[in-house]
């Protein structure tokens, strides 16, 4: 069977850039090319100003994957990291109601659904509160934050993407996706498995729960694992099972 060529779309976690991504291409299946999206103000976007809102984000990422989409030809799938997860929801239900034709496949990984929200807002803690309680949800580790330099440059882009996230209104009411959606998380989270679950109340598609050993950031010890099971779960788009 010939298969069709697909575009799978990464989108990184807060703080993050498209770097994270940089060494999947080699163990992704040949069909599957790899579509590593930089948000504003990091890598090499580093010159450009940081976003003022999630609203803005979300219409940089749209404008800057429509060329992909243009011909509405070959077939693609969207994988988000923690923020990246909120990020390919809300891209998904613009592309759509631009008249885009849906991903055929979202892989949400390490976040909550969008009713479930924090009590806590975490941009507005002092920088050292707010870093913190970073550790503590395992998103940086105690070295990155002795670390000065790091701190200066990563800091502030760790604020404007968390409190620009906090400040999304994504609860509120959508049409049903009608894509499949595999949810992913490290088995050491804080995040609760009947919590992110509830990501199947967002499409009329089959949701799937997969764990991997490890904890916020499971992606980068359980690499080779992770993408084996997108490259069997991409493969069966073709076959019309889903795993």
């Known amino acids: 069977m010939k298969l069709e060529n697909l575009n799978l779309f990464c989108f990184p976690c807060a703080g993050g850039m498209s770097s994270m991504y ?3 291409k080699s163990h992704l299946l040949p069909h599957i090319s790899i579509v590593s999206m930089e948000l504003a103000g ?11 809102s999630f609203d803005e984000l ?6 800057r994957i429509q060329p992909y989409l243009e011909d509405q030809g070959d077939p693609y799938a969207l994988f988000g990291h923690s923020m990246g997860a909120s990020i390919i929801f809300e891209l998904t239900h613009k592309l759509i109601q631009e008249g885009y034709k849906p991903p055929v496949h979202l892989f949400i990984s390490s976040r909550r659904p969008p009713h479930h929200t924090r009590d806590a807002l975490l941009h507005t803690l002092p920088d050292d509160q707010f870093l913190n309680a ?25 604020k404007s993407d968390i409190t620009n996230l906090e400040s999304n209104n994504g609860g509120e009411e ?5 894509c499949n959606i595999t949810v992913l998380m490290g088995e050491d ?6 919590e992110i679950r509830e990501w199947e109340r967002y499409t009329q598609g089959e949701t799937s729960l997969h764990t991997f050993p490890g904890g916020h950031f499971y992606l980068n010890s359980q690499k080779q694992n992770l993408i084996a099971m997108i490259n069997n779960t991409l493969m069966n788009v073709y076959t019309g099972e889903y795993v």
């Open 22 to 24: 940089s060494d999947w």
């Open 42 to 52: 990091r890598g090499y976007r580093t010159n450009e100003s940081l976003y003022s």
């Open 58 to 63: 979300i219409n940089d990422m749209f404008e």
């Open 134 to 158: 970073l550790q503590k949800l395992g998103g940086i580790s105690e070295i990155l934050v002795s670390d000065e330099s790091f701190l200066s440059y990563f800091l502030p882009i760790l």
């Open 174 to 178: 959508k049409p049903l996706l009608g």
């Open 189 to 194: 989270e804080s995040i609760l498995s009947e």
